[in-house]
């Protein structure tokens, strides 16, 4: 074997080398790792360690990519029947809300415009959007008659009706005047019998 001489420095340095190498080699995790990275630059190396790793690893690996896989779906499974839950519940709220709209007494026209401002606002709730829309489009006032503000019923009354304007009179209260009306009409149904 031939001899080859080297200075002192690069013999400390090749010294230091070997211990620092060997510190690493006696640790189980740094042996790996000086091993993946021999690997890494030399894909025929043999590493012995990192080989029995990956081995005992790769069941491991898959099993828990299954796993992960599994907790992915079911999670997406419950988001989506949460959120079929809410636009169910969303659905009956506004069947409920526009049968009780009808209930009330709203129009098909009416149901439709609050409909609309439900789209137009954003609103869910079919009953909400009917107050929002009434106190934006008051309901009329009732029509009043012009003058003195009162209905005058007996205004129109002709003289041969003037049983009629005693009794309006009298506010009903005058029973002879409503027995002698009711014998009146009994009379004229009996005489259209006769005929």
Known sequence: MARVEIDETELRRHHQLAKTVSTIMSHPKAKLLVQEAHKMVDANARTPELDQVQVV???LTAMNQ???TF???TKKER????TNERIN???VQHSTGIAQLRRDGYTDEGIAAIETLMQEKGLLDPIDAAAIYEKAHPPQAPATPSGSGAWNFAEGITDDQADIKKLLDT???NDLVVENMARNVLNEVRAQQRR
């Open 57 to 59: 690893s790769e069941p």
């Open 89 to 91: 519940a969303l659905k």
């Open 71 to 73: 907790i992915a779906e």
């Open 66 to 68: 299954k796993i992960d």
């Open 171 to 173: 506010k009903g209260g």
């Open 79 to 82: 988001q989506e029947r949460e």
